[in-house]
């Protein structure tokens, strides 16, 4: 069987750099090419297992450059794109969201039309040869919004952005979705809750506990640390995104949640307690926590239904909070102790 090649965007990434290897194990016949800026979450040592792999190529790039984006479909004829690649950090983007509105809206809208221009000839008339070519986006369960004290998003839940980043993914899920309903293009979507595990970026909330804690440094938490996500291990999400590529319907969108809702502070809480277990010091690490102002526009509540997938494609999250997060804890030790 001839391989197809597959464009995966942002891959040295945190949710990247664990789907590729994933996906490879699982693809036999898949060549992926792997198209990165390396911006600052992106890091070639997340994939380093991958060095000597004949199935894997990576190119550095923006995906805000047209002409490589036409020149790298010329020279591979992708079968498949998983779009990945954003500018991810909301505190960042409250800071510079000119960058957020370039990769996130522009960026994607790049990737699809010249996607579009490759596998059809016109609106939902399809090339010869090209009839499963398929364009997953990755997108986050901020464009949602904030919930309350109770309720779940559902794909129903009406788009309610607060912040400059999660607003430039609603952006870019409207794109995706516009395509699908002008031109017949046979996209996905995917929207994620809070992800953790390996390879995350150290400034995200997980890392930061866990460096400063055993840097014997304050850990920060926002606000009264009551805000609340709903936690997905990543390689769980990495099987979500892998059956959706799959078998999801084309059109549709699908939430991928681990239905492991816990507040900051239980956050914080659980992983000092496993420190104080595995790398005890005088006292313990719940001694460093310490609360900061928080940030503009901080969402209280999120916390995804998950049950299409799981009904429709047999997903499931094998992992709970407190199983992940004892393997999350043990992957960083041994990164901060090199």
């Known amino acids: 069987m001839k391989p197809n090649h597959v464009l995966i965007t942002g891959g040295a990434g945190f949710i990247g750099s664990n789907f590729i290897p994933y996906f490879l194990e699982t693809n036999p016949y898949i060549k992926v090419i792997n198209l990165d800026n390396l911006s600052y979450a992106g890091n070639l040592l997340n994939l380093i297992k991958l060095k000597d792999c004949s199935d894997y190529t990576f190119v550095k790039g923006d995906i805000c450059d047209r002409n490589l984006i036409v020149s790298l ?10 779009h990945f690649a954003a500018e991810s950090h909301v505190d960042n983007s409250i800071t510079n969201p000119d960058a957020f509105i370039q990769t996130n809206i522009f960026g994607t809208f790049n990737l699809l039309d010249v996607a579009k221009k490759h596998w059809m000839k016109g ?12 364009f ?31 607003a430039s993914k609603a952006s870019s899920d409207f794109i995706i979705r516009s395509y699908f309903h002008t031109y017949g293009m046979n996209v996905v979507t995917t929207n994620c809750s809070n992800n953790y595990g390996p390879k995350q970026h150290d400034e995200k909330l997980i890392p930061t506990i866990i460096r400063k804690a055993i840097n014997g440094q304050p850990i920060p938490i926002y606000g009264d640390g009551k805000n609340i996500r709903d936690w997905l ?35 914080v809480n659980t992983i000092c307690d496993i420190l104080d277990n595995l790398a005890p010091k005088e006292e313990s690490y719940k001694k460093l926590i310490s609360f900061v102002s928080d940030r503009p526009g901080h969402d209280f509540r999120y916390a995804i239904d998950a049950s299409k997938i799981e009904n429709e494609l047999g997903w499931k999250a094998n992992e709970n909070f407190e199983s992940g997060i004892k393997k999350t804890i043990n992957w960083y030790l041994d990164k901060y102790k090199k």
């Open 123 to 134: 609106p939902n008339e399809i090339k010869q040869g090209y009839e499963n070519c398929r």
């Open 73 to 82: 479909f010329k020279k591979y004829n992708f079968k498949g794109v998983i």
């Open 233 to 267: 291990y990543v390689l769980d999400h990495c099987k979500g995104i892998d059956l959706v590529y799959k078998k999801g319907e084309s059109g549709e969108t699908y939430n991928i949640g681990g239905n492991n809702e816990r507040d900051n502070m239980y956050i």
């Open 136 to 166: 997953h986006h990755i997108s986050t369960d901020e464009v949602y919004g904030t919930l309350g004290e109770t309720g779940l998003f559902t794909e129903q839940t009406p788009y309610a952005p607060n912040s400059p980043y999660s």
